[in-house]
């Protein structure tokens, strides 16, 4: 988190979250080389925990939400693509759904 004092009296805050991607997934948590596979255990059509997670940081930090996906998009037979692939998905369709004002 950072605020800084604007020479005007303006104040500007910058707040960078950083963590998993807010789909249902899940993946072992081991050191063995390959990682185990990415398994989806819940289908989730209505992208409800997606859903939460922005409305959760638009009620605490407002607009705009500036979304960056630092997950791998080139190598095809990769899980993280296919998760990359699911987010980016996620939020083209909730960046349809959103009301106008935003």
């Not at 249902?24 to 050191?31: D, I």
């Not at 990415?38 to 289908?43: E, I, K, L, Q, T």
């Not at 939460?52 to 605490?60: G, K, M, N, T, V």
């Amino acid at each position: 988190d950072s605020t800084r004092q604007m020479s005007r009296g303006h104040i500007t805050s910058f707040v960078q979250i950083r963590g998993s991607v807010p789909l249902f997934w899940s993946q072992q948590a081991t050191a063995i080389i390959p990682k185990p596979p990415v398994v989806y255990p819940r289908c989730d059509p209505t992208l409800s925990a997606t859903r939460l997670h922005f409305a959760d940081l638009l009620e605490r930090y407002g607009t705009p939400l500036l979304v960056v996906n630092l997950m791998k998009s080139k190598k095809v037979d990769s899980d993280e693509v296919r998760l990359s692939k699911h987010f980016v998905s996620a939020m083209e369709r909730m960046n349809r759904e959103l009301p106008s004002h935003l």
